[in-house]
């Protein structure tokens, strides 16, 4: 069964971190970019980051630029997102997804084979 899932969210206080984690179950990762969304509650579904296949290239969103770090341990099947620095506004659904390239066409939910379940992150004090 493929399967991907998420795990590491929870509640932190403003200027915190947490670090995120994407498992893949019945299939590999290493021929896949692999992205995180986020999506607050009346909000829409926002691309967060994105790393290639070869962890080579990476993409951040402007807003976390500077405080995210996204990378993947292919022998582990698994991708992280290192979240500092954390802000009220970061707080919402974060989704793993497994795109259908080695390369990050992202933000495009279009691109993406694999969704996780999500993991909520809420920071605030």
């Known amino acids: 069964q493929l399967q991907v899932v998420e795990s590491g969210g929870g509640l932190v206080q403003p200027g915190g971190s947490l670090r995120l984690s994407c498992a893949a179950s019945?299939?590999?990762?290493?021929?896949?970019?692999v992205g995180w969304f986020r999506q607050a509650p009346g909000k829409e579904r926002e691309g967060v980051s994105c790393i290639s296949s070869s962890g080579g290239s990476t993409f951040y969103a402007d807003s976390v630029k500077g405080r995210f770090t996204i990378s993947r341990n292919n022998a582990k099947n698994t991708v992280y997102l290192q979240m500092n620095s954390l802000k009220p506004e970061d707080t919402g659904v974060y989704f793993c997804?497994?795109?259908?390239?080695?390369?990050?066409?992202?933000?495009?939910?279009?691109?993406?084979?694999?969704w996780g379940q999500g993991t909520q992150v809420t920071v605030s004090s």
């Open positions: 019945g299939f590999t990762l290493d021929s896949y970019a």
């Open positions: 997804a497994v795109l259908r390239f080695r390369i990050c066409i992202f933000p495009n939910t279009k691109s993406v084979e694999y």
